[in-house]
């Protein structure tokens, strides 16, 4: 019995002394640039991927990397601040769309921003 209480005793030293985080690591994951998806927050290299994901489905109909080969307009190396504009306007009804309004609709203002940064730097 007395043994066994002095292994607890360990146990609960050793977490102790390992779980609180120190100032310099805290201020680092602050830097990494995290992202809401569906609510929930994720870091930096999940929301690349998901930038990923979410432009992909936007080649069907503006061409592979935006870079469209038909009457619909290229999204590649368009002006971030013209995109996201244009986004929120479908989305809110001010501009007028065939099918923008539901592709607009499913996305954070937040990822209007991603999606933008991604298509401007496509050469
Ligand atoms: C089903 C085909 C289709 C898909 C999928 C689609 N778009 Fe579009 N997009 C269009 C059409 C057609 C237009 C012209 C406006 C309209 O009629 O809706 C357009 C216009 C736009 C414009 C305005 C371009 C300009 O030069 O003014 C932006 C920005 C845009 N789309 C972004 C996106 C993004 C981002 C996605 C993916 C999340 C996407 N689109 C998915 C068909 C599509």
């Not at 007395?2 to 690591?25: E, I």
């Not at 504009?85 to 007028?96: L, N, Q, W, Y």
Request: glycine share 8%.
């Amino acid at each position: 019995m007395k043994a066994k209480h002095t292994f607890a005793l360990a146990v609960s030293a050793v977490l102790m002394c390992s779980s609180p985080v120190s100032g310099a690591d805290a201020a680092k994951a602050k830097e990494a640039k995290t992202c809401l998806i569906a609510g929930w927050e994720n870091p930096a290299s999940v929301c690349v991927s998901h930038t990923k994901v979410i432009t992909a489905t936007c080649f069907i109909c503006h061409g592979p990397n935006g870079k469209s080969g038909s009457a619909i307009p290229s999204l590649a190396g368009q002006e971030k601040t013209y995109f996201v504009t244009a986004m929120k306007d479908f989305r809110d009804g001010k501009r007028e769309a065939t099918v923008m309004k539901k592709y607009a609709l499913g996305y954070t203002d937040e990822e209007y921003e991603a999606m933008g940064e991604f298509f401007t730097k496509v050469k």
